[in-house]
């Protein structure tokens, strides 16, 4: 059966930590550089995430999200460099466009929080079972219908593009022409839109109605069929963690005075 999920198990030791060791993981990757207010703790915490998802052996799946950030991030670029409010100290010019060394600093904040974020959550989510961490929302004693909305929102993508790509070969079977320059790709993409979405609403309605069957409206308390045991790397992490984050604002204190 073809997952629908981007979770991605390798048996690495991230996907057998607890999925809130790796929730802590993401506060503290995206808080440190917020909290410390240097640019240089960017580059160190995405050189973290970054070597994570190598030990997690994952790194291939996280290129095509890279590769789509740094497109944001060139965007930011050209837009900070050339029209920041704050421009004055010409940094260098190419032909007419002229670059400042103001707007050109505040994109490099910009990006390097959108690169950092990005490896930070991919750490989590291609390392994570949705459905373990539904389990453990649930056993902590969150409502199952959040649990749900939290399961949904790892699995509509990928469904998507699973629709999308069955619907695209079937689309080829029957002659569809879908290779080509960019006019041919647009009107073998436009006639994909409506189909897709009537199958996500019919996948809605079919999920609704399987959670029925399955007594998800019931009031009773749960059974679980098997218990995650506890692993003392989760414990050891989760302290030297909150201690970084601890160390990192008393450090920002002191910093001010």
Wanted: with cysteine; proline share 4%; charged share 20%.
């Amino acid at each position: 059966m073809k997952s629908i999920s981007l979770y991605v198990d390798r048996g690495s030791w991230l996907n057998r930590l607890h999925p809130y060791t790796k929730l802590l993981y993401i506060l503290t990757a995206i808080g440190i550089p917020l909290i410390g207010g240097k640019l240089w703790l960017f580059p160190f915490l995405i050189g973290c995430s970054l070597c994570l998802l190598i030990s997690a052996k994952t790194l291939r799946q996280t290129l095509p999200l890279i590769g789509f950030s740094f497109t944001v991030i060139i965007v930011i670029f050209l837009i900070q460099g050339l029209f920041n409010h704050q421009n004055q100290q010409l940094l260098f010019s190419v032909g007419f466009l002229r670059f400042y060394k103001e707007g050109i600093l505040y994109a490099t904040r910009i990006g390097c929080n959108i690169l950092n974020m990005l490896l930070s959550f991919a750490v989590f989510i291609l390392t994570t079972s949705p459905q373990e961490l539904v389990d453990e929302l649930e056993k902590s004693g969150f409502s199952p219908k959040f649990g749900y909305i939290i399961n949904s929102v790892f699995q509509i993508l990928p469904q998507m593009m699973a629709t999308k790509d069955t619907i695209m070969d079937a689309q080829r079977s029957r002659g569809l022409e879908t290779e080509g320059n960019l006019m041919v790709r647009m009107k073998a993409f436009l006639p994909l839109i409506s189909p897709v979405v009537m199958s996500a609403l019919t996948n809605t309605r079919e999920r609704s109605i399987a959670l029925e069957v399955r007594g998800f409206g019931r009031k009773q308390k749960k059974t679980w069929l098997s218990d995650r045991p506890k692993h003392k790397e989760d414990r050891v992490i989760r302290v030297i963690l909150i201690v970084l984050i601890l160390a990192t604002v008393v450090w920002r204190i002191l910093s001010c005075r």
